[in-house]
C-alpha cells in the first residue's frame, strides 16, 4: 500500500507566496522516481524538493511513498528542507511531482556591494573553508598564479571560464568518490566535478562558493547530447560584490527556469539521497520542463 502525501504534516500542497509579481514568469513541471532495494529496514534521506524562496513558489506538489512508511521534514544545517524515512526489506519506490512558477529576476534586483556590511557572517565565511570534495587548501598557490589575488566578479568568470574549458565533460563518467584535485587530475567528469573544481578554486582566494543541486528544465528545443529536462545538475553560487550569484562551470551561460534544490560545502550536503546499510538503487528517472513559453528574448543571455 502506498502513501501519497505534499508534505509530511498530511497537507496537500505547499504554497510560498511571493511579495511581489517579477516581469518575467515561467511555470515549471518537476519531479523524480527512485527505487531501492534493501536488504533490512533502513534510512533514507532525499533532497528533491524545490527550495523555498520567493523566486519559486510551489503550486502544487505530491510526494508517493510505495512502501506505505512516513514521512518526516527537518532543516538541516544548510538550511536545506530534508525528507527522512525508512526503507523495508525488498524494493522501495519514490514518486516526486510538483509544478511551480519560477520568478525570473530582474538585472540589477540583487543589492550591490555597498548596501552589504563589510565583516561577513560565518553563515557566509564556511563557504570558504575546504571540505571533503573541495580541497581549496591544496590549490592556493595554483589558484593565485592563475587567476591572481583579486575577489571580484571579473576573476569568479574568469574561474569560470577556466573551469568550463579545461575539463572535459563525460556523460555517465561520474564517481561519487572523486575530489577537485583528483578531477582536475584526470581532466574530465560530470557536472558534479565541474561545480567542485570551481567551488574549490573560489575558496583557495579566500571567495565564499557553495555547492549547488537543483533543475535545469528543458525548455524549447533540446541541445545534442544534453541532459538538460532529465537529470538532476550541480552548479555553483558565489558570493561575489554583496551577493549570492550563480555560475555553472559545466554549461558557462545563464538558463532560464533554474531551480534550486539545495546547496552545502560539496555534494555530500547535497545529495538527491543519502541511504544507510545494505541499500541497492535500482530506479533514476528525472524531468523538469516549461508547461508555458517564454519570449523569444527570454531564452539564455551572458554567462553568470
Known sequence: MSTRTAIPTGHQHWHFAPEHEENRALTIRLGCALSYLAEERSHILLLIQPAPSLDQRILSEEITVG???SL????DAHGNKVLRTVLVPGKNEFRHDARLRLSIPNEGSVPSLNDMDKQLPFTIVRYTLPSRYC????????????FGCHQGMETVQKICDWTHHHLEYRYGSGDPTLSACEALGRGYGVCRDFAHVMVALCRALDIPARYVAGHMPLIGTPLPDSDIG????AYVEVYVEGAWRVFDPRYNRSHLGRIKVAHGADAVDAAFATYFGQVKPVKFEVWSYALDDPAPDEDNGPAG
Open 67 to 69: 512502501s506505505g512508511e
Open 72 to 75: 518526516e521534514q527537518f532543516t
Open 135 to 146: 580541497e581549496s587548501d591544496k590549490l592556493g598557490r595554483f589558484a593565485s598564479k592563475q
Open 230 to 233: 532529465i537529470d538532476f545538475h
